[in-house]
């Protein structure tokens, strides 16, 4: 099993819709979260952390559900920008290791 | 400007050839970190460093060996190139102590023919 899982979509939505997708990870002992954003043949980049009270940064907001072992990310207001890959990323006790998952792609039409 | 820059955007090797990808952040980072990123697989660790002349194996290690001399600088060593190393290749940097954030490069593009 990977140790951290995302649907691959791609979700495609209007402009100005709300789009919501998971990450699922499997070790319990994972102790911090975050979301990073991948435009098409470009970098990974830190979109936000995750923290265990959920959080916003502006029209992206992310939630971590420690007991079913997922994180969140739902965007609001889409604009055309943020069509992107989004990669879920865990962090161990290993200090050194994160996990990468495959990621999410969304896609934001006019 | 944060900045992690890779020596070529692009390569083209054959089966056997030695390959050097390099790696240099002006950031003064302690931590560096070699990744390969392929469809559906996610970017898996190769490598990482956590200081000058330190170095740990990532989860994919073989086939792969890195060289850091400097602090600035990280070098990916494929040997003997095979075609299944054929990838995008990422290199990364982090300021110690803070897990999260990773400065990438650009990435190269290595096919393996």
Redesign the interface.
Known sequence: RKE?EQD?GPFNVPEGATVAFNCTYSNSASQ?F?WYRQDCR?????LM?VYSSGNEDGRFTAQLNRASQYISLLIRDSKLSDSATY?C?V?GAN????S????TTVTVRA | DVKVTQSSRYLVKRTGEKVFLECVQDMDHENMFWYRQDPGLGLRLIYFSYDVKMKEKGDIPEGYSVSREKKERFSLILESASTNQTSMYLCASRSQGYAGELFFGEGSRLTVL
């Open positions: 951290v691959p911090s975050f470009k970098e990974p980049k830190l952390s990669l990323v962090k200090d050194y290791k994160l990468f998952g495959a990621g």
